[in-house]
């Protein structure tokens, strides 16, 4: 797994816009991956979403967000799990994402807006 050797203790010395916008780099890669022929491709981007949420979490002593990332990291737990993938709540997903931090949010326009997010 791409970032199976990064330990909480490294993740946290990251700021939270960068940890933020390196999970929305993952979702904008799944974001290409969405058709029926890139399945497995998909799968394996959720699951490094949901290994660097984790570390998010885990690294992170603000209750108020770290509520909101596990309510995030269930829509990626139920995009992951689904048999097929669904554009319309996978860019929804993103969309939250990105609005967890004002850095972060300064990024929609560029990367939610255009036809291929719709």
């Excluded at 816009?17 to 991956?33: F, G, P």
Aim: glycine share 4%.
């Amino acid at each position: 797994m791409q970032h199976g050797s990064l330990t909480v203790e490294r993740w946290s010395v990251i700021p939270l816009e960068q940890q933020i916008l390196m999970i929305a780099n993952e979702m904008n890669r799944a974001s290409k991956l969405l058709g029926p022929a890139d399945q497995r491709r998909c799968a394996t981007s959720y699951e490094r979403i949901l290994r660097l949420v984790d570390l998010t979490i885990e690294s992170r002593k603000r209750r108020g967000l770290r509520r909101e990332l596990l309510r995030w990291r269930d829509l990626i737990a139920a995009l992951y799990q689904s048999p097929e993938r669904d554009r319309t709540s996978h860019f929804a997903a993103f969309r939250c994402l990105l609005q967890l931090h004002p850095m972060a949010a300064r990024q929609i326009p560029f990367l939610l807006a255009g036809p291929s997010v719709s």
